[in-house]
């Protein structure tokens, strides 16, 4: 059920918003003060069993339960003094100036692959006939087919394409708010994501930073672009310190995405001075490098022991040659340990995900075991059903535990830290 309290954050003015109204996150575990989430809607209503697949999911959460269960995660957000925003209101705000609204129309219907051009034109009178926010709403849900109802199929397009039962998609990953944009120091990566299902929710950030109030003329710099012909999803990007940033090559980013963040990191004269390049098994189970590794205090990291094996990890650094800057890209021969230690000057604590069993390990880290959100040094959000290393993250490295309830929101792949794009940090 709906609080007071949902419902009057859900409806903000983005004056409400001036607390921290710039980006700043320099760390993994830092303080945070502000966060973007997407309460799920319509969207989930919309899976079928027949476009799991397409629309990269496993199954079909209940939307009531899902509902239930992020709020009480917001909430709990809340009460530990994190100013929570919602995707869906900020991009409904974004769009209030009525060119914005119609060159974001334009831009959704292009992007949603509606090919002909007499199908575009009733989508258009169709999207202009809503509010901005039941407009963001619906757009995120997507159109059936019969909503169109005096749309005349009269190209032998419109006729041949009748069959599937949307117009456009919907985006029911959009709850994970980590992977579109990744805030990096006082910037964001603006992603490229690796398919077209996933990239569509990108238009929803491009739209915010570029007009929001909060945001446009805050001289935001971007660290990669949604137009690049290479991959990057945010689950791939952890803020180490404030002078190293580790960067996952995976199922779902590039190397060469990776050469690109850290290229126009070192030539903005960032304070980052180290890129480290996760290169991890290419695979649904192992998605991002937040699904197998997080950090969860200064000295401590959740990890898959999966990984640890065929984990490999380059060293990049900035070197200024006669012909202008050089990356110098070292092979790193030590145990993650120890390139943790190195970068982060103190020893390492790996925690791994079910406790190091075989069994637990696998069927918690598939759960999102090892995929924490740290709300402050030693204080993270875990999921209830990863019992095995929520004991052990406790009992055993006395890390402060908010449990939250995850029947529903799990069956996304995609646990606290995916659920969460923190764009306020305090410095450590």
Request: charged share 25%.
């Amino acid at each position: 059920m709906e609080t007071a309290l949902l419902k009057k954050t859900l409806n903000e003015s983005p004056a409400a918003y001036a607390v921290h109204n710039v980006l700043n996150v320099t760390s993994e575990i830092g303080q945070l003060k502000t966060v973007l989430l997407h309460r799920p809607g319509q969207e989930i209503e919309n899976l079928t069993p027949e476009l799991l697949e397409r629309l990269l999911f496993d199954d079909i959460p209940y939307l009531k339960v899902a509902r239930e269960e992020h709020d009480y995660f917001a909430n709990v957000l809340r009460e530990n003094g994190v100013k929570v925003l919602y995707l869906e209101t900020l991009a409904a705000e974004a769009i209030k100036d009525q060119g914005v609204k119609t060159q974001f129309i334009s831009q959704f219907i292009d992007e949603a692959s509606v090919e002909s051009e007499s199908l575009k034109e009733a989508l258009t009178e169709y999207f202009n006939s809503f509010s901005n926010q039941d407009l963001i709403n619906k757009m995120m849900a997507g159109i059936r087919r019969e909503e169109l109802r005096d749309f005349h199929r009269i190209s032998l397009y419109d006729q041949v394409n009748n069959l599937y039962p949307f117009i456009c998609d919907p985006m029911p990953n959009l709850y994970f708010t980590r992977d579109p944009f990744a805030t990096v120091g006082n910037g964001i990566t603006m992603n490229h994501m690796r398919t077209q299902t996933r990239n569509r929710e990108t238009i929803f950030a491009k739209y915010i930073f570029k007009n929001h109030l909060q945001f446009k003329d805050a001289q935001i710099p971007f660290w990669f672009d949604r137009e690049e012909d290479t991959s990057l999803e945010g689950g791939d990007v952890l803020v180490l310190s404030d002078t190293t940033l580790a960067i996952g090559i995976s199922q779902r980013t590039d190397a060469a995405s990776v050469e690109k963040v850290c290229r126009r990191l070192f030539q903005n004269n960032s304070k980052f001075e180290t890129v480290l390049a996760f290169h991890i098994p290419s695979s649904r189970a192992f998605m991002h490098l937040d699904t197998v590794f997080t950090m969860v205090d200064y000295d401590k990291f959740t990890i898959h022991s999966e990984i640890e094996g065929p984990l490999t990890v380059y060293e990049m650094t900035k070197h200024n040659g006669k012909n202008g800057l050089k990356i110098k890209i070292e092979k790193q021969d030590m145990k993650l340990e120890d390139i943790l230690k190195k970068h982060l000057g103190r020893d390492i604590a790996l925690i791994r995900c079910g406790n190091g069993d075989k069994i637990a390990g696998a069927r918690e880290q598939w759960n999102d075991g090892a995929n924490t959100l740290a709300i402050a040094p030693g204080e993270v959000v875990v999921y209830s059903r990863n019992h095995v290393t929520n004991k052990v993250l406790s009992e055993e490295y006395g890390v402060k535990l908010h449990i939250i309830p995850s029947s529903e929101l799990s069956r996304g792949r995609g646990g606290p830290r995916c659920m969460s794009m923190p764009l306020y940090r305090e410095n450590l």
